[in-house]
């Protein structure tokens, strides 16, 4: 991604009515989500809002979009899969294309919890947790914030729940522990000892407040607080 450029100039808005209320050509909106039905779901809806929605799903498709569609908007999820995540796209977006609007729409209640550096996440986009959306008029509300330059949603802003208390080490094993994987694996998985794993695990136990008892599983209970408060792991 590092030999791709694009001039940066702002280019000229989508041209509006006379009233200047509606645009005379629909605003181009980039949606780089890596779940195929979430994808469908989030083009349709923006499209049948009036926009004109193009789909990709992973980060490089994403920054060729970018100059390809040249979109007024980039709408992106943090988690991508395999490969660059979505901080890579808005990273491109805020150096090479400012005049993209940029919001972010994941599972994680925070970039923290999606273990990405929250200053990785330019202060412009705004932050839309999945979790919110139970109305759709918030995204499209959202979205038409962002393109007319007012201040950014920024749910990551909010309380993140017991996890924004943990380590980016700590996250990680905690999301393993929620997918199910042993210590052992989790070390395999991570290139370290079985015995550092347990350090972790230990201390994720404390800093979690998990209760303990002869019918109690820490294990069970710290992967229940990051199905209820973390993304979903994989």
């Avoid at 992106?76 to 977006?93: I, K």
């Avoid at 759709?136 to 949603?153: H, I, K, Y």
């Avoid at 695990?201 to 069970?220: A, D, E, H, T």
């Amino acid at each position: 991604m590092e030999g791709w450029s694009h001039i940066s100039v702002r280019r000229p808005m989508s041209s509006t009515t006379p009233s200047g209320s509606v645009p005379a050509t629909p605003r181009r909106v980039l949606v780089v989500e890596d779940e195929p039905l979430i994808r469908s779901l989030t083009v349709s809806l923006l499209q049948n809002a009036g926009f004109d929605a193009l789909g990709v799903g992973n980060a490089p498709e994403g920054i060729q979009g970018l100059k390809d569609f040249d979109p007024d908007a980039l709408l992106v999820d943090l988690d991508l899969g395999e490969g660059p995540g979505g901080a890579e796209v808005l990273a491109y977006a805020d150096r090479d294309a400012p005049w993209v609007a940029l919001v972010v729409l994941t599972n994680a209640p925070s970039p923290e919890v999606a273990g990405v550096d929250v200053r990785l996440i330019p202060s412009r986009a705004a932050y839309v947790n999945k979790r919110s959306l139970a109305d759709a008029s918030l995204l499209l509300d959202t979205l038409e914030g962002v393109l007319r330059d007012q201040e950014p949603r920024r749910d990551d802003s909010m309380d993140a729940g017991p996890l924004s208390v943990l380590s980016r080490d700590q996250l990680e094993v905690l999301r393993l522990i929620a997918a199910g994987l042993s210590n052992a694996e989790i070390a395999a998985r991570r290139g370290t000892s079985s015995h550092g794993v347990e350090q972790i695990v230990q201390r994720l136990i404390q800093r979690l407040q998990v209760k303990k008892g002869s019918n109690i599983n820490p294990r069970v209970q710290l992967a229940k607080l990051y199905y209820a408060h973390g993304p979903t792991p994989t």
